[in-house]
C-alpha cells in the first residue's frame, strides 16, 4: 500500500526506506503560474497531486510588537529615506533602495545598528522579546489538523547570523567575529535566545520540524571561518537544539544554507541537527556526502538548479534523479527537489520531467 506524505517522510526522517523518496518544491509565484499553465490545471494543489510532491505545510506564531518599540524603530530612520518611492523600510529598520521591475534585487542603503561597536551599543535598540510571542489558541488544533490529513508541518527560524547582517550589516558581522567578540557575543546573545523562545512555542505547539534558514557558507566554504562559527556559533546552535527537542522529543531540526558546508557538517551532527537543505551538487558530492554522513544527517533538496535544471534536457534531469536514487537513497534519509528556489527561467520541461523521475524510478 501507498504511503500519505507524513508516513513517507517520517519514515525517510527515520533513516528507513519508505515506498518511494519523498518529494518538495521551493518555487516562486511567477514560476508556479507558468507551470499551471503548462500543466493545464487551476491550482497549487492540482500540480502537487499530478507531480506527486509530498505535502509540507508551515505555520508560524504572531509577534505584536508594542507601538512604542515600532515607533521607535520607524524614528531611527534618516528623513531622506522617508515618503520616498525609490526606498522601502523593512522589518527591523533596514532601509533598501528597491530596482523598479524586479522583486528581488534591492541596495541595503541603511541599517539600524550599522555604527554599532561596543556590546551597550545595542541596549537603544528594541530587540523582540519573548513575552510579545503569541500562540493561536487554534494553532494546535490546526497542525493535528494537517497532520490528519497527511502532511508534515513545519516551522521556521531565521539563522541568528542572518538575522544579525540584517539590522547590523554583513561585512560588520564578519568583522565582529574577528575584532569585536564582545559585541558578538552579546548579539548573538539576544538572537539565538529569541530563536529558541520562538522554537520551543512552536514545537510544544505540535509542528514535526523546525527550519533554520540563513545561509552560512559560499559556493567554495564557509562565509566565516569554521573556526570562528564553532567560537561564537556552535555552542549556542547546540542549546537552541537540545532546548527545542526538550520541549518535543520528537521534533526534528533542519539548517538550510547554501554553498560549502562540509567543515562544519560533523559540528552540526554533533550540535544534534537532522536534515540539511540543500546538499547542492556544485559544492558537495551527494554521493560522497551520503557515504560520510547519510546514516546521521537526512540529505534534503539535490537536483542542481546551476546547471541540469536551468541547462539541461528532460533525460538530463531523469538521469540525474536515477543517479541520486541509485546512490544516495539507501536507507532512507533522502528527500528531493530543487538545490534552491525554481524560477520562471527554468524550463518548466525539466521540472515536471524531476518529478515524474521519482515516480518513475
Known amino acids: ?42 491550482s ?20 505584536r510588537w508594542p507601538d512604542e518599540c515600532q515607533a521607535l524603530i520607524d524614528s531611527l530612520v534618516p528623513d531622506e529615506y522617508r515618503d520616498d518611492e525609490q526606498y522601502r523600510v523593512m522589518s527591523g529598520g533596514r532601509v533598501v533602495r528597491v530596482h523598479p521591475g524586479s522583486d528581488y534585487l534591492e541596495d ?42 497527511g502532511a508534515v508541518v513545519i516551522g521556521e527560524l531565521t539563522q541568528p547570523f542572518k538575522a544579525a547582517w540584517l539590522v547590523r550589516g554583513m561585512d ?5 567575529y574577528a575584532i569585536r567578540p564582545g559585541l558578538l557575543d552579546r548579539l548573538y546573545d539576544i538572537l539565538y535566545g529569541w530563536a529558541r523562545a520562538v522554537g520551543v512555542r512552536l514545537v510544544e505547539a505540535g509542528v514535526d520540524m523546525v527550519q533554520i534558514t540563513g545561509d552560512l557558507a559560499m559556493q567554495n566554504s564557509m ?27 520528537a521534533a526534528y531540526v533542519m539548517m ?69 536514487i541509485e546512490h544516495c537513497s539507501m536507507g532512507g534519509g533522502l528527500c528531493l527537489g530543487p538545490s534552491n528556489v525554481i524560477f520562471k527561467e527554468i524550463p518548466l520541461e525539466n521540472v515536471v520531467a524531476m518529478y515524474d523521475a521519482v515516480g518513475e524510478c
Not at 507524513?6 to 515506498?19: G, K
Not at 497549487?44 to 509577534?63: P, T
Open 223 to 249: 562565509i566565516m571561518s569554521p573556526d570562528a562559527w564553532r567560537r561564537f556559533d556552535k555552542g549556542r546552535l547546540k542549546a537552541l537544539i537540545s532546548g527545542l527537542k526538550a520541549a518535543n522529543p
Open 108 to 149: 541595503v542603503v541603511w541599517l539600524p545598528l550599522a555604527e554599532a561597536e561596543r556590546p551597550e551599543d545595542l541596549d537603544f535598540y528594541p530587540f523582540p522579546r519573548e513575552e510579545w510571542i503569541t500562540v493561536p489558541e487554534d494553532l494546535p488544533d490546526r497542525i493535528q489538523a494537517l497532520k490528519d490529513e
Open 256 to 324: 538550510h544554507t547554501d554553498g560549502d558546508s562540509r567543515a562544519i557538517v560533523p559540528d552540526l551532527i554533533e550540535c544534534g541537527l537532522d536534515v540539511l537543505n540543500p546538499i547542492q551538487p556544485e559544492c558537495m558530492d551527494p554521493a560522497e556526502f551520503k557515504r560520510d554522513h547519510g546514516d546521521r544527517l537526512v540529505m534534503h533538496g539535490c537536483v542542481s538548479l546551476q546547471k541540469t535544471l536551468p541547462f539541461g534536457t528532460p533525460e538530463d534531469v531523469r538521469a540525474e534523479i536515477r543517479h541520486l
Open 44 to 63: 497549487d494543489r492540482e500540480a502537487h497531486e499530478r507531480l506527486r510532491i509530498d505535502r509540507w505545510e508551515s505555520v508560524g506564531l504572531q509577534v
Open 172 to 176: 560588520n558581522v564578519l568583522m565582529d
Open 1 to 42: 500500500m501507498a504511503m500519505t506524505s507524513r508516513e513517507r517522510i517520517l519514515t525517510c526522517f527515520e533513516h528507513r526506506s519508505p515506498d518511494r523518496v519523498p518529494t518538495f518544491i521551493w518555487i516562486n509565484r511567477d514560476a508556479m503560474d507558468g507551470l499551471l499553465a503548462h500543466l493545464g490545471l487551476n
